[in-house]
Every structure is written in structure tokens, then in C-alpha cells.
């Protein structure tokens, strides 16, 4: 059972006194300002003046645009009063309301108020007492929601297991949560919702119960989640919303059927005593134009955007080729902008993604948030497939290039672009969902993604999801506690199965041998990483994946899990700091044209399956002789040196070089990442700084000779990774006599053996015993690991 105790992974309790006051006072302008007003005690029908305001955003936005008509850019701010504000449909602004570059329109909480957007319906009950401590209520009919809250507590839809704060991943999980014995107890699962990891822990999977068999075996849909379909995890899931798992204190389920909501309190609370809010809207202002009649030059400052209805059951779009699927929404989406600025919010407890930029969207910033406590993602840039030449949408897929769009760069202009996100502090996302990111990127050229604190997420901090279009900044983030309840992946992470990218190695190397030209179709601009904090609990601080191409690396502190570059082209790393770990290049190409220099190492290069080494891998700077000569004795670091690595204070996680004369390694800041703001910096926390481990690293690698063939079990996460394994198990054939039988039969090196005439194969002594056991089966057969699926051969022995 993994277990992880994370302080700051608190379930919001109290929304009223968590949203931060926000005092928005500015210098006088020299030009008049238009307000208009919005209060909780207001009326639609008053003027919107400050002692007759309006009761909604609807009526100050009417009354915006009529103000406008025959003006010329005049200035105008809508203003909300103190106090909750229940929408019962999203804000939306239109081109006709946009503002200019100098007189922007403004909408904001008053100075010094606390103003709370919410997507929840007041229920209005009547509690009455009923067995086992469970109490019940009639809600109106046709009324559905996915989450509850109570004075403010959200409360826990009923599930099995119980929810257990302390465990990662889900707050708990059981492998017998499926089992017939415990279904057969539920009279009429319609309804429940099944979550799950993915089988390899790359994300999770959702699946709604449509009914049960005779058998008590469950039929289910959805699972749409993830775009590396699998089998559900085989221990990592739960089930939810079955009302005979109503067993414990502040659990929920609502009977849609006859409009029954059934509560358990705590021992000795009168649910009639405290107030119900069930969220019901996805989204609370959407932004909405295009690109030749965009919205433009609005400002939202100041509000506390909560309790929007969970939208995990609507993921389904594929992100091009990376391992996302996508739902176009949050609680604030913006979608044909330019020149808008939305600063200094709160985004608290919401069901879905925080704020979603969708298609065409310019010079965006987005600043000064604080976003906790969500269901999906913090901030989402996608972009419209129809802009991408010769788009693919599944790992398995590839465009021929008989048939390939080869003209460099998008095909059209849909896809946000010159944005800003900047000085947010992020954490505690992904509650529901686990393929999310505290900045997610797809389909996007040149964003900037600065200063910010982002940790406690289940995946990646910042994902990158295809290399369209590069150009991106990404720098002095505080990226932390990240991949903690998924495994194979990076506090950065990125993907670039673009144009050149084939599913088959060996096609690929071929097609980008004879093609290079395609390489950088896609990822037009270098994407940049630097002076940023990392910190990657299962998987690597930096992690460039399949394809990922037009990146360079430098100055960054990785703490705990080093930098990957798996196969990819034109990476250039330098400059880099490296604790407890070092450097994983996987599976490279011929050409790569990759350089790896002037970085602190503290372990051999953890290569795997690389023949060929870019460039340059050279001048890097080590704490042990001994991983320096293994390296060197691949044919690299020629001018490598051993360093005494003596830091300034390595306690308080300052990592520069003191008294070091080599003018390869620079030292860089190492003090001041993350978050900038002073309101936002008292709340973040900081990464645990690792204690550092000087002495030599065990070695994993037992190998095994067999008929012409080098073997060794699967037993890093590297390895793992390189082969594309959803587990650490199987056996990987390093080497292979091209005259060997093994060979002459199918086999190849790089394959992993799962499995040899029927006995699985989880470790070299596995295989090692099924071959003397079976020794005299004729032509056995393998099923063994290739290209990210599973191959059958039959050896011909």
C-alpha cells in the first residue's frame, strides 16, 4: 500500500474565511471612470449606481454595453459588493463589451471585500432521522450533482473504501473494489462511478456503472480518459455513489430516482443545523470571440471563483498523440482573446480544470492567482487541431508520408499564442483527475511560464503535450511534490510525437535518416528551461519524452530524479545542477545533434539502449571518480572532470560552487524561485531539500548469457521507461548474435520477455527456470515487449 502523509493536502473547510481579500485601489486616473455596481441586496431594475446597485453581473453587463453606444472608449468597471454570489449561469463577455489597451474594462471586487463566485444551487432541506445514523431529505426532482457541501465541508460521496487522507493514490483504494462477493451487497449500482489508474500508473481512467449481470459482474462505459488506452489498474481503483457503502461519517449519496439524499453526520449533529450547496456549473465567465472578432482588453481582478460541478466523465477529446484527452472547459475559459489580464483571483474547490484557454487566444496574462483544491487542472493552453499539418491522434497512428501536409509551422492561426502565466501559486490539483498539470500546453507557440509555485499535483507540474510550435519560456518555477500518485513521468514533462514520430523504431530511424527536413516541421521554435527548482517523487525532475525535439536546458536545480532525454532531436543541456542523481539518456537517434556539457553529475550516466551520443556528452562535472572512468569508457566525457562539489549551503538548498575556477559551470541563483507576490508567498510552502549521499550508488544488473543473447531483468524505473513497460517487470535482452537462433527467430535487442510458453517472466531467474523447466518444448513461444506492445515470436529451438 502506498502511503504518503502530505500536510498541505487538506480538503478545503471553510471557502468564506479561505478566499484572500484582494484591494484592487489604484492611482487616480486623470480620465472618468464609469462604475457599475453589483450587490447581493441589489435589484436589476436600479441604476447600478454604489446606493442602487444590481443584483447580477447580467444587468451591469446590459447596462455596460448601452453606456458604450456613442462613446468613444470610454472607461468602465464593474464592481462587486462583499458577499456569495450564486450564478445560476456563467458570466459571458462578448466582443461588444471589450475594452482598449488604456481603459480597459475592469471588473473586480470592491477594495478590501471578499467576493465569492459560485456554480452551486442552495438546497433548501428538510432532515429526517433514519437508521444507522443515516439521515434523509428530499431534494427537487431531476435535480443530479457529483459533489455536496455542508457549512462549507465537502463532504464525501459514498465510496469503498473509505476515504483515508493519508493514502495516495485516490485517499484509498482496494483491489477487491470490483470483487462479485461485494457487488452482490448492492442492490442497484446505477449510477456509481469506478475510478482507476491506468495499467501502467500513466494517469486514471473513469467509468460510469450502467448495471449489474446475474453474476454480479458489473457493465460500465467510459474510460475515455487517457489517450494510452489499458486495462483498468489491477489494485490502484475505487467505486463511488453505492448507497450500501454509506458507512461512515460525513459520506453522501443522492437517489436520482426518487430525489432522496441520504447523509451521514457526525455522531450527535443535526444535519437541519447547517447548510447544503450542491456545485451544478461547469463554468462561472467564459470569454468568448474569435480571431477576426476577438474580445479584447478585459480585466478581472480580485474574485474567489468556487464550487464548479465536476466534468470528469466528459474528458474524452484526444491531445494529438500525447497520452491526454482534454474537456474544453473551466471555470474561467477564454476562447477568441487578446490583451486580457486576469490577476490576483482565488480558484478554490472546483470540479473541474481552473481556467481553460481554448483556440485562438493572444497576449493573455494570466497572474497573480492562487488555485487549490481542484478536481481537473490549474491552467490549460490547447490549441485547434485544425491549425496542426497532418495531425495524428493516437500513439499507434502516423500519417504516411506519401500523404503528408510537409510545409513547416501551423496551417492556421486557432491556438493561443504570446501568453503570460506567471507569479500563481498552484497546488493540491487533481483530485479527481490524474492526467492533469499545473500548466498544461498543447497546440500553443511561444508562452511564458514564470515565477511560479506549483506542487502536491498527482502528474506533472508543467506538461508539454506535442511540439507544436515551440518557443515557449519556462523559468524560475518551484516545481514540487509532483508525480505522487502516478508513476513514469516528470515534474517537467513533455512529448513530441509530431510529423516525423513513427510507433515503429525502426521505421522512424529510416524515415528520419532519409528525411531529416521533417525533424522540426512541427516544433518550429527553441522552447527554453531555465533557473527553475524540480523536485519528481516517481519518475524524473526533467523529463523530455518520446520525440520531445528544440529544447535548451540550463540553470536549473533538480533535486531528486535528474534529467531524461529519451529519443528527440536538437536538445542542448548545459548548466544544470543534479542532486543524488544524474543524467538518463534513452534510446537515442543516430543524428540527434543532442549536447549534454558543463552540468554537475553525481552518478554515471544511466543510458539505456544508446549506440549513438549526439554531438557532444563532455566537460560535465562529477562527484566520484569512478562514475567518471564508467562513463568515459563508453567513449564520452573525454574532458570530464572531478569536482569537490563543495556548496555554499547545501542545508538551505544553495547549491553554487564555492571557490571553483573551471569557466565551464557557472553558478545561478538557486534562492529565489517560484512565486513573487507577497500575499502568495506567505501561503506557499518550499520542497523538502534531499540530504546528499556522497557515497558510491548500488549497481542494478546481474546479466545472463543464453544462445548468442545478453539478458538482465527490468529493475529501474528507466528501464522501465525506455521499454515502454506499464510495470518494473520482465527481462531485456541487451545484446544479440545476429547468427543466433534467438535472433533468426524474431528476437531483437530492446525486447522485453513477458512471458515464455505460458510461465510469466517478472525477473531474469524467472525466465532462467521456465527455460530449464520447458527446455525440451518445441519452438517455444515468447510473448515479449515491443514498440509499447506485446508481440508473440516462437522461438526456433
Given at each position: 500500500?502506498?502511503?504518503?502523509?502530505?500536510?498541505?493536502?487538506?480538503?478545503?473547510?471553510?471557502?468564506?474565511?479561505?478566499?484572500?481579500?484582494?484591494?484592487?485601489?489604484?492611482?487616480?486616473?486623470?480620465?472618468?471612470?464609469?462604475?457599475?455596481?453589483?450587490?447581493?441586496?441589489?435589484?436589476?431594475?436600479?441604476?447600478?449606481?454604489?446606493?442602487?446597485?444590481?443584483?447580477?453581473?447580467?444587468?451591469?453587463?446590459?447596462?455596460?454595453?448601452?453606456?458604450?453606444?456613442?462613446?468613444?472608449?470610454?472607461?468602465?468597471?464593474?464592481?462587486?459588493?462583499?458577499?456569495?454570489?450564486?450564478?445560476?449561469?456563467?458570466?459571458?463577455l462578448l466582443a461588444a463589451l471589450s475594452g482598449t489597451k488604456k481603459q480597459p474594462l475592469r471588473i473586480k471586487a470592491a477594495d478590501g471585500k471578499q467576493v465569492v463566485l459560485s456554480g452551486a444551487k442552495f438546497l433548501d432541506l428538510k432532515w429526517e432521522q433514519g437508521k444507522n445514523g443515516i439521515w434523509k431529505a428530499k431534494v427537487p426532482n431531476g435535480l443530479s450533482f457529483q459533489s455536496l457541501y455542508a457549512s462549507e465541508r465537502h463532504l464525501v460521496r459514498a465510496?469503498?473504501?473509505?476515504?483515508?487522507?493519508?493514502?495516495?493514490?485516490?485517499?484509498?483504494?482496494?483491489?477487491?473494489?470490483?470483487?462479485?462477493?461485494?457487488?452482490?451487497?448492492?442492490?442497484?449500482?446505477?449510477?456509481?462511478?469506478?475510478?482507476?489508474?491506468?495499467?501502467?500508473?500513466?494517469?486514471?481512467?473513469?467509468?460510469?456503472?450502467?448495471?449489474?449481470?446475474?453474476?454480479?459482474?458489473?457493465?460500465?462505459?467510459?474510460?475515455?480518459?487517457?489517450?494510452?488506452?489499458?486495462?483498468?489498474?489491477?489494485?490502484?481503483?475505487?467505486?463511488?455513489?453505492?448507497?450500501?457503502?454509506?458507512?461512515?461519517?460525513?459520506?453522501?449519496?443522492?437517489?436520482?430516482?426518487?430525489?432522496?439524499?441520504?447523509?451521514?453526520?457526525?455522531?450527535?449533529?443535526?444535519?437541519?443545523?447547517?447548510?447544503?450547496?450542491?456545485?451544478?456549473?461547469?463554468?462561472?465567465?467564459?470569454?468568448?470571440?474569435?480571431?477576426?472578432?476577438?474580445?479584447?482588453?478585459?480585466?478581472?481582478?480580485?474574485?474567489?471563483?468556487?464550487?464548479?460541478?465536476?466534468?470528469?466523465?466528459?474528458?474524452?477529446?484526444?491531445?494529438?498523440?500525447?497520452?491526454?484527452?482534454?474537456?474544453?472547459?473551466?471555470?474561467?475559459?477564454?476562447?477568441?482573446?487578446?490583451?486580457?489580464?486576469?490577476?490576483?483571483?482565488?480558484?478554490?474547490?472546483?470540479?473541474?480544470?481552473?481556467?481553460?484557454?481554448?483556440?485562438?487566444?493572444?497576449?493573455?496574462?494570466?497572474?497573480?492567482?492562487?488555485?487549490?483544491?481542484?478536481?481537473?487542472?490549474?491552467?490549460?493552453?490547447?490549441?485547434?487541431?485544425?491549425?496542426?499539418?497532418?495531425?495524428?491522434?493516437?500513439?499507434?497512428?502516423?500519417?504516411?508520408?506519401?500523404?503528408?501536409?510537409?510545409?513547416?509551422?501551423?496551417?492556421?492561426?486557432?491556438?493561443?499564442?504570446?501568453?503570460?502565466?506567471?507569479?500563481?501559486?498552484?497546488?493540491?490539483?487533481?483530485?479527481?483527475?490524474?492526467?492533469?498539470?499545473?500548466?498544461?500546453?498543447?497546440?500553443?507557440?511561444?508562452?511564458?511560464?514564470?515565477?511560479?509555485?506549483?506542487?502536491?499535483?498527482?502528474?506533472?507540474?508543467?506538461?508539454?503535450?506535442?511540439?507544436?510550435?515551440?518557443?515557449?519560456?519556462?523559468?524560475?518555477?518551484?516545481?514540487?511534490?509532483?508525480?505522487?500518485?502516478?508513476?513514469?513521468?516528470?515534474?517537467?514533462?513533455?512529448?513530441?510525437?509530431?510529423?516525423?514520430?513513427?510507433?515503429?523504431?525502426?521505421?522512424?530511424?529510416?524515415?528520419?535518416?532519409?528525411?531529416?527536413?521533417?525533424?522540426?516541421?512541427?516544433?518550429?521554435?527553441?522552447?527554453?528551461?531555465?533557473?527553475?527548482?524540480?523536485?519528481?517523487?516517481?519518475?524524473?525532475?526533467?523529463?523530455?519524452?518520446?520525440?520531445?525535439?528544440?529544447?535548451?536546458?540550463?540553470?536549473?536545480?533538480?533535486?531528486?530524479?535528474?534529467?531524461?532525454?529519451?529519443?528527440?532531436?536538437?536538445?542542448?543541456?548545459?548548466?544544470?545542477?543534479?542532486?543524488?542523481?544524474?543524467?538518463?539518456?534513452?534510446?537515442?537517434?543516430?543524428?540527434?545533434?543532442?549536447?549534454?556539457?558543463?552540468?554537475?553529475?553525481?552518478?554515471?550516466?544511466?543510458?539505456?539502449?544508446?549506440?549513438?551520443?549526439?554531438?557532444?556528452?563532455?566537460?560535465?562535472?562529477?562527484?566520484?571518480?569512478?562514475?567518471?572512468?564508467?562513463?568515459?569508457?563508453?567513449?564520452?566525457?573525454?574532458?570530464?572532470?572531478?569536482?569537490?562539489?563543495?556548496?555554499?549551503?547545501?542545508?538551505?538548498?544553495?547549491?553554487?560552487?564555492?571557490?571553483?575556477?573551471?569557466?565551464?559551470?557557472?553558478?545561478?541563483?538557486?534562492?529565489?524561485?517560484?512565486?513573487?507576490?507577497?500575499?502568495?508567498?506567505?501561503?506557499?510552502?518550499?520542497?523538502?531539500?534531499?540530504?546528499?549521499?556522497?557515497?558510491?550508488?548500488?549497481?542494478?544488473?546481474?546479466?545472463?548469457?543464453?544462445?548468442?543473447?545478453?539478458?538482465?531483468?527490468?529493475?529501474?524505473?528507466?528501464?522501465?521507461?525506455?521499454?515502454?513497460?506499464?510495470?518494473?517487470?520482465?527481462?531485456?535482452?541487451?545484446?544479440?548474435?545476429?547468427?543466433?537462433?534467438?535472433?533468426?527467430?524474431?528476437?531483437?535487442?530492446?525486447?522485453?520477455?513477458?512471458?515464455?510458453?505460458?510461465?510469466?517472466?517478472?525477473?531474469?531467474?524467472?525466465?532462467?527456470?521456465?527455460?530449464?523447466?520447458?527446455?525440451?518444448?518445441?519452438?517455444?513461444?515468447?510473448?515479449?515487449?515491443?514498440?509499447?506492445?506485446?508481440?508473440?515470436?516462437?522461438?526456433?529451438?
Amino acid at each position: 500500500m502506498i502511503k504518503k502523509q502530505i500536510s498541505s493536502v487538506v480538503r478545503l473547510i471553510f471557502i468564506g474565511t479561505s478566499c484572500l481579500l484582494f484591494s484592487s485601489a489604484q492611482a487616480q486616473r486623470p480620465y472618468t471612470v464609469k462604475r457599475f455596481y453589483i450587490s447581493t441586496t441589489g435589484n436589476d431594475r436600479n441604476s447600478g449606481a454604489l446606493r442602487d446597485p444590481f443584483a447580477t453581473a447580467e444587468a451591469a453587463l446590459r447596462a455596460v454595453e448601452k453606456y458604450k453606444k456613442g462613446k468613444a472608449n470610454p472607461s468602465i468597471e464593474i464592481i462587486f459588493d462583499r458577499g456569495t454570489y450564486y450564478l445560476d449561469k456563467p458570466i459571458k463577455l462578448l466582443a461588444a463589451l471589450s475594452g482598449t489597451k488604456k481603459q480597459p474594462l475592469r471588473i473586480k471586487a470592491a477594495d478590501g471585500k471578499q467576493v465569492v463566485l459560485s456554480g452551486a444551487k442552495f438546497l433548501d432541506l428538510k432532515w429526517e432521522q433514519g437508521k444507522n445514523g443515516i439521515w434523509k431529505a428530499k431534494v427537487p426532482n431531476g435535480l443530479s450533482f457529483q459533489s455536496l457541501y455542508a457549512s462549507e465541508r465537502h463532504l464525501v460521496r459514498a465510496r469503498y473504501p473509505n476515504y483515508d487522507l493519508s493514502i495516495l493514490p485516490f485517499q484509498g483504494y482496494a483491489a477487491d473494489a470490483l470483487d462479485s462477493a461485494r457487488i452482490a451487497t448492492w442492490r442497484n449500482p446505477i449510477g456509481g462511478i469506478v475510478h482507476a489508474l491506468h495499467a501502467g500508473r500513466w494517469g486514471g481512467f473513469h467509468y460510469l456503472i450502467t448495471g449489474k449481470d446475474s453474476s454480479s459482474k458489473l457493465t460500465i462505459e467510459g474510460g475515455q480518459q487517457n489517450n494510452r488506452p489499458s486495462k483498468m489498474h489491477e489494485t490502484y481503483r475505487y467505486v463511488e455513489n453505492i448507497f450500501e457503502e454509506l458507512d461512515t461519517a460525513q459520506e453522501w449519496f443522492l437517489d436520482e430516482q426518487t430525489a432522496i439524499l441520504y447523509y451521514m453526520p457526525s455522531k450527535g449533529t443535526d444535519p437541519n443545523t447547517m447548510k447544503f450547496v450542491a456545485p451544478q456549473l461547469e463554468n462561472l465567465i467564459t470569454i468568448s470571440g474569435s480571431a477576426s472578432k476577438p474580445v479584447h482588453d478585459i480585466e478581472i481582478s480580485g474574485l474567489c471563483f468556487t464550487h464548479t460541478a465536476a466534468t470528469f466523465m466528459k474528458t474524452a477529446e484526444p491531445l494529438l498523440r500525447s497520452d491526454w484527452t482534454i474537456y474544453r472547459q473551466g471555470a474561467v475559459k477564454m476562447e477568441g482573446a487578446e490583451n486580457c489580464f486576469l490577476y490576483a483571483n482565488d480558484f478554490i474547490e472546483l470540479g473541474g480544470n481552473a481556467v481553460f484557454l481554448s483556440d485562438y487566444n493572444r497576449r493573455i496574462k494570466i497572474s497573480g492567482n492562487r488555485i487549490e483544491q481542484i478536481g481537473a487542472g490549474a491552467i490549460n493552453f490547447v490549441g485547434d487541431p485544425e491549425a496542426v499539418r497532418s495531425p495524428a491522434f493516437r500513439y499507434e497512428e502516423f500519417v504516411q508520408l506519401s500523404q503528408m501536409d510537409t510545409v513547416k509551422g501551423p496551417k492556421t492561426n486557432n491556438y493561443p499564442m504570446d501568453c503570460e502565466v506567471s507569479d500563481n501559486l498552484i497546488h493540491t490539483i487533481g483530485l479527481i483527475e490524474k492526467q492533469v498539470a499545473g500548466v498544461q500546453v498543447s497546440m500553443a507557440e511561444s508562452l511564458r511560464i514564470l515565477h511560479n509555485t506549483i506542487y502536491n499535483v498527482p502528474r506533472a507540474g508543467i506538461n508539454i503535450g506535442d511540439g507544436t510550435w515551440g518557443g515557449h519560456e519556462i523559468a524560475y518555477n518551484d516545481v514540487f511534490n509532483t508525480v505522487l500518485e502516478t508513476s513514469d513521468h516528470g515534474a517537467f514533462n513533455s512529448w513530441g510525437r509530431d510529423r516525423f514520430w513513427h510507433p515503429n523504431r525502426n521505421e522512424m530511424d529510416q524515415l528520419t535518416l532519409e528525411h531529416p527536413n521533417l525533424i522540426l516541421l512541427d516544433a518550429v521554435k527553441t522552447t527554453k528551461i531555465h533557473d527553475n527548482r524540480f523536485h519528481c517523487d516517481h519518475g524524473w525532475d526533467i523529463d523530455l519524452d518520446d520525440g520531445s525535439s528544440n529544447y535548451e536546458i540550463y540553470n536549473n536545480l533538480c533535486l531528486s530524479g535528474g534529467l531524461k532525454l529519451r529519443e528527440g532531436f536538437y536538445r542542448k543541456v548545459y548548466n544544470n545542477v543534479m542532486l543524488n542523481n544524474g543524467f538518463h539518456p534513452h534510446v537515442w537517434f543516430k543524428h540527434s545533434h543532442d549536447v549534454f556539457r558543463n552540468n554537475i553529475v553525481m552518478q554515471a550516466h544511466h543510458d539505456i539502449q544508446v549506440k549513438y551520443w549526439g554531438d557532444e556528452v563532455d566537460y560535465n562535472i562529477y562527484l566520484r571518480k569512478e562514475d567518471l572512468l564508467k562513463d568515459q569508457a563508453k567513449g564520452v566525457e573525454k574532458h570530464g572532470q572531478i569536482g569537490p562539489l563543495n556548496f555554499v549551503d547545501p542545508i538551505h538548498g544553495d547549491f553554487r560552487l564555492t571557490a571553483w575556477k573551471d569557466q565551464g559551470f557557472k553558478n545561478f541563483d538557486m534562492l529565489h524561485f517560484g512565486v513573487l507576490e507577497e500575499r502568495l508567498k506567505r501561503l506557499a510552502a518550499s520542497p523538502e531539500i534531499p540530504k546528499l549521499i556522497r557515497s558510491e550508488t548500488k549497481e542494478h544488473g546481474q546479466q545472463w548469457a543464453w544462445k548468442g543473447g545478453q539478458f538482465k531483468a527490468i529493475e529501474t524505473m528507466g528501464e522501465q521507461s525506455a521499454a515502454g513497460l506499464p510495470s518494473i517487470a520482465g527481462v531485456l535482452v541487451l545484446q544479440l548474435d545476429e547468427k543466433s537462433i534467438l535472433y533468426k527467430s524474431g528476437l531483437r535487442v530492446g525486447d522485453a520477455i513477458l512471458d515464455y510458453q505460458g510461465e510469466k517472466i517478472a525477473k531474469l531467474t524467472d525466465l532462467q527456470q521456465a527455460i530449464k523447466k520447458l527446455g525440451h518444448t518445441y519452438r517455444p513461444k515468447v510473448i515479449v515487449f515491443r514498440n509499447q506492445q506485446q508481440q508473440e515470436l516462437s522461438l526456433q529451438l
